[in-house]
Structure formats: structure tokens, C-alpha cells
């Protein structure tokens, strides 16, 4: 059983440049949330998609927009990309509305912009 | 705005004593909490939860405290082991999926 796989494992860009990240959740999982994770920082909370719309949104501009697909796959981009958008970003799926059903996380992808 | 903090960047214990990392929150609205474990190249995995019903949860070696009246959750590993060393970071939840995680306490395990 596949768990969550995200792909690039790596990306440069430069400043200014746009970015898409995509994210396959676990098997039987219909949710998929995104994390910013900044060098020393935990992970924090950009949004969550659910039947293919944005269900919830932590405080990040609009720069940052995502999509869901109807087999549960998710897309995160990010526009105009600024030097401090470099960060680890991790997908995380779980399943609703089993709240004792865990965040399962990808092992991210490493953003760096130049 | 801070709303989950774990103080100790780093701990580090001898094989085979306690480990005690702690976290504070601020939001009384949080309900969940939970740890997870990173190691370097992975993303993080759930290693156990308490809901604020309860003031303690025990899973083998694993065990955590929640202290509701001082904001305060902590995890007991015992007996410490070096494969426990990675990083931890814990989490807090108030709606439904959207957590809340700390900065990370760094465990090294000495042999």
C-alpha cells in the first residue's frame, strides 16, 4: 500500500518564477492538506482540499493556490515565487470525517528559489 | 502568532533513561493533540495522540501527559533507545484536519 508520494524531491527556481508541486494521497484518503516547513520551523498549515475545493486556508497569500482532482491527487502553486518561499513543503492526507484517522504525511518536496 | 511552542531545541539523553520533550499552547479551543517523529529526508510520522478528554496516553514506550489547566502536554519515551533519535515535533488541533505544530525538539539518544 502506497503511502503518500510527492513529487519533485527537489526543485530550484529563481525569484519571480511559478512552481507546481503535486501530492498522491494514501490509499483511501480523500483529503489533502499542505504544509510550509522553513528551515527550524515546524510544519505550518496552508490548506486543505476536500471533494476538490479548498475547505480550509492558513494565513498565506494568494500566491499560494492548489486543486484537487477527482482521484484525491492534489497540486500546490505557488506565483511569483520570493526568496522566502524556499522551504520543505509536505502534503499530508487523512480521511473524512474519521477524525481519529491521522495525518499522513509525504516526505516532501525541498524548494529553493534563487 | 505562535500558538503551539516547544522551548528545548534540542535534548539530549543517555540510552536507556527517560526522555521528556514538552510543548505549551495558548488556544483553550485546541482539542487534539498529537506528536510525530521526523528523521532527515522523511516526512514526519504519527506517533501518538490525546484527546483533551483524557490526561494521559500510553502506547509501549511512548507516553503522554496533558496538563489542560497549564496549557502543557509532554512526552515520556522509556526506556530511551538511539533509534529514538530524530526530531519531534508536537501538534494541536481545534478544526477539523488543521493542525497546529511546534518548532521540533531535536532527541539525540547516546549509546
Known amino acids: 500500500d502506497a503511502g503518500v508520494t510527492q513529487s519533485p524531491t527537489h526543485l530550484i527556481k529563481t525569484r519571480g518564477q511559478q512552481v507546481t508541486l503535486r501530492c498522491s494521497p494514501k490509499?483511501?484518503?480523500?483529503?489533502v492538506s499542505w504544509y510550509q516547513q522553513a528551515l527550524g520551523q515546524g510544519p505550518q498549515f496552508i490548506f486543505q482540499?476536500?471533494?476538490?475545493?479548498?475547505?480550509q486556508r492558513g494565513n498565506f497569500p494568494d500566491r499560494f493556490s492548489g486543486h484537487q482532482f477527482p482521484n484525491y491527487s492534489s497540486e500546490l502553486n505557488v506565483n511569483a515565487l520570493l526568496l522566502g518561499d524556499s522551504a520543505l513543503y509536505l502534503c499530508?492526507?487523512?480521511?473524512?470525517?474519521?477524525?481519529?484517522?491521522?495525518?499522513?504525511f509525504g516526505s516532501g518536496t525541498q524548494l529553493s528559489v534563487l | 502568532d505562535q500558538q503551539v511552542k516547544q522551548n528545548s531545541p534540542s535534548l539530549s539523553v543517555q540510552e536507556g533513561r527517560i526522555s521528556i520533550l514538552n510543548c505549551d499552547y495558548t488556544?483553550?479551543?485546541?482539542?487534539?493533540f498529537l506528536w510525530y517523529k521526523k528523521y532527515p529526508a522523511e516526512g514526519p510520522t504519527f506517533l501518538i495522540s490525546?484527546?483533551?478528554?483524557?490526561d494521559k496516553n500510553e502506547d509501549g514506550r511512548f507516553t503522554v501527559f496533558l496538563n489542560k489547566s497549564a496549557k502543557h502536554l509532554s512526552l515520556h519515551i522509556v526506556p530511551s533507545q538511539p533509534g529514538d533519535s530524530a526530531v519531534y515535533f508536537c501538534?494541536?488541533?481545534?478544526?477539523?484536519?488543521?493542525?497546529?505544530f511546534g518548532s521540533g525538539t531535536k532527541l539525540n539518544v547516546k549509546p
Open positions: 499530508a492526507s487523512s480521511r473524512t470525517p474519521d477524525r481519529d484517522e491521522k495525518l499522513f
Open positions: 490509499s483511501g484518503h480523500d483529503t
Open positions: 490525546i484527546s483533551s478528554i483524557k
Open positions: 482540499y476536500y471533494e476538490e475545493e479548498e475547505r
Open positions: 501538534a494541536a488541533e481545534n478544526n477539523f484536519n488543521k493542525f497546529y
Open positions: 488556544n483553550s479551543m485546541f482539542d487534539y
